[in-house]
């Protein structure tokens, strides 16, 4: 037992660093290294992310460009797509009114006189004027009527001069306060031998057709406007939006009665340019929808517009007009009192 320390005789002192834990000698330069190590890894964490998201953005934007270009493109087929389909629409909307277009027809044949076996005075021409209209014409198969509503306007002139290039007579039903602004295009009209047809003084629907009242107060101011300004007492009428317009609280046929007792007849169509929207329409467009019925019909009463932003009408027309031509038996007349109306809705008594 000489020679070792037993632990029972360890002296206070070693007890006391015995009960001491040992301590790790770190000094505040290695700490402030270690954090600063910290700080540059999650500076070029944050680096690096950032350069990936602008990639990311990059891309996405990269992306997002060729779709809008791709989407461009679709918009541009589907506009081509909805102006074929809208001439489509028209198309059908005047099969629609077939049975009418019928019974005109047949009203027609039952006489080769239907349409005045001798040229006479056209409607709202002026006095003395004929009709320049031989036999064969009166009496070929299909009979073509050009009408223009909503004018005069800028572009009257030209719709003129194109009309006495290919020697053709039309229809102009227009509107009173609009014709204030060009009364000399109103007797232009009425001296180059076309028919001028009454559109309404206002053209304001709201007003028109608030009662039978109205639509009268409007009708006479139209009509003595005219006789004033040109000498030529109209009898013919388009209501505006047609006489199947659901504007009116009233039912049409109850104007249709009153014009009647006017001596007064209203002319529909049964085939539409399309160009009374404010969509521009093509110019092949509205050749097709002018051209591409007319043949199913013995009488074509053609909707057009003489407005000053149908561009595409003024450029349409003498194709029109010569595609017309080229036809079979078919001739193109401005409305006569004798010319068979076209109407929308069935108005007189049974």
Same mark, same amino acid.
């Given at each position: 037992m000489s020679g070792k320390k037993k632990s029972k005789d360890i002296t206070p002192e070693d007890a006391v660093s015995l009960q001491e834990e040992p301590k790790h000698d770190i000094s505040e330069d290695k700490i402030r290294a270690a954090g600063g190590r910290g700080v540059g890894r999650l500076r070029r964490c944050n680096i690096r992310m950032l350069i990936a998201s602008v990639i990311i953005l990059m891309v996405l934007c990269?992306? !997002? !460009?060729?779709r809008i270009r791709?989407?461009?493109g679709k918009v541009a087929d589907m506009t081509a797509q909805l102006a074929r389909l809208a001439g489509i629409a028209t198309q059908q909307q005047e099969q629609l009114r077939t049975l009418t277009e019928e019974l005109s027809d047949a009203m027609e044949g039952t006489s080769a006189s239907g349409e005045?076996?001798?040229a006479g005075k056209g409607v709202g021409q002026a006095s003395g004027e004929s009709v320049e209209a031989s036999t064969s014409a009166i009496t070929a198969a299909h009979k $073509?009527?050009?009408?223009? *509503?909503d004018g005069p306007s800028d572009n009257t002139q030209e719709i003129l001069d194109i009309l006495d290039k290919y020697g053709v007579k039309a229809t102009f039903f227009v509107v009173g306060n609009q014709a204030e602004k060009e009364e000399e295009m109103l007797k232009k009209i009425v001296e180059a031998g076309h028919t001028l047809g009454m559109h309404s003084y206002s053209h304001k629907? /709201?007003? !028109?057709?608030? /009662?039978?009242e109205s639509f009268a107060e409007d009708f006479t101011k139209i009509q003595d406007y005219l006789y004033e300004t040109t000498g030529v007492k109209s009898t013919v009428y388009r209501f505006p939006g047609g006489s199947s317009n659901t504007i009116s609280e009233l039912e049409m046929k109850e104007f249709a009665r009153y014009? *009647?007792?006017?001596? $007064?007849?209203f002319f529909d169509w049964n085939i539409s340019s399309g160009d009374g929207g404010s969509y521009l329409f093509p110019t092949e467009t509205i050749i097709e929808n002018c051209t591409g019925s007319i043949e199913r019909h013995g009488t074509s009463v053609v909707l057009m517009h003489d407005v000053s932003n149908k561009s595409t009408t003024i450029e349409a027309l003498p194709t029109?007009?010569?595609?017309?031509?080229?036809?079979? *038996?078919t001739v193109i007349l401005p409305i006569t009192d004798e010319t068979t109306p076209v109407q929308h809705i069935q108005w007189q008594e049974e």
């Open positions: 990269g992306v !997002l !460009l060729v791709a989407l461009n005045n076996t001798a $073509v009527y050009l009408t223009f *509503d629907y /709201s007003e !028109l057709y608030a /009662s039978v014009l *009647d007792e006017q001596g $007064v007849r029109i007009i010569e595609k017309i031509q080229a036809m079979e *038996d």
